[in-house]
T-cell receptor, first 112, second 115 residues
Framework: DAKTTQPTSMDCAEGRAANLPCNHS???????VYWYRQIHSQGPQYIIH???NNETNEMASLIITEDRKSSTLILPHATLRDTAVYYC?????????????FGTGTRLQVTL | NAGVTQTPKFRVLKTGQSMTLLCAQD?????MYWYRQDPGMGLRLIHY???????AKGEVPDGYNVSRLKKQNFLLGLESAAPSQTSVYFC??????????????FGPGTRLTVT
């Protein structure tokens, strides 16, 4: 699986958009970009994933560059409850299992 | 639906003791996973299962055994606990959606301390 690089930490004011970047320059053609988050010490929570098109769901938007070497997770209106560690993961579903490799992620702090 | 549940939530073991962590899911998922998370680190895959009766090694399998006798349950065993196995253990499950990607659903974790 491709290695991803994320900033260690970021701050965002409540109500503003949080833009979390991720570099995955060695991503292969069949690898998806997944985003998960972990609030405090809870189990990780799936947010969104994409292959090459931009994606949006009720939680967030995912913007993937045309060359697929980087992506940005956008939380359009961050709230205090969005304070968490956000993981960007590049991985494949091989037909036998989807094994996710979690790095250390970006710690997002949403402040008043 | 309860989703993914883990038993117990906390446990303290002495070095050399054994224990089994239980993961249960009620979503009829095919795939199940065990991860560990050490302080300040990301999650690392220990073992996984693609179906009832099948298991496979992940990134850090040494010192652990697993069994998937029923589709809804995935057990993680520590035969002789060591202090290096002090960690938070997360179970996850997923269902292969089509032939591409799919999300994993995680349990709340088991906090294990080995003294």
């Amino acid at each position: 699986d491709a290695k991803t690089t994320q900033p260690t930490s970021m701050d965002c004011a409540e109500g503003r958009a949080a833009n979390l970047p991720c570099n995955h320059s060695t991503i292969s053609g069949n690898e998806y970009v997944y985003w998960y988050r972990q609030i405090h010490s809870q189990g990780p929570q799936y947010i969104i994933h994409g292959l090459k098109n931009n994606e949006t769901n009720e939680m967030a938007s995912l913007i993937i560059t045309e060359d697929r070497k980087s992506s940005t997770l956008i939380l359009p209106h961050a709230t205090l409850r969005d304070t968490a560690v956000y993981y960007c993961i590049a991985g494949t579903h091989t037909g036998t299992a989807s094994k996710l490799t979690f790095g250390t992620g970006t710690r997002l702090q949403v402040t008043l | 639906n309860a989703g993914v549940t883990q038993t117990p939530k906390f446990r303290v073991l002495k070095t050399g003791q054994s224990m089994t962590l239980l993961c249960a899911q009620d979503m009829n998922h095919e795939y199940m996973y065990w991860y560990r998370q050490d302080p300040g680190m990301g999650l690392r895959l220990i073992h996984y299962s693609v179906g009832e009766g099948t298991t496979a090694k992940g990134e850090v399998p040494d010192g652990y055994n697993v069994s998937r006798l029923k589709k809804q349950n995935f057990l993680l065993g520590l035969e002789s606990a060591a202090p290096s196995q002090t960690s938070v253990y997360f179970c996850a499950s997923s269902y292969p959606r089509g032939t591409q990607s799919y999300e994993q659903y995680f349990g709340p974790g088991t906090r294990l301390t080995v003294t």
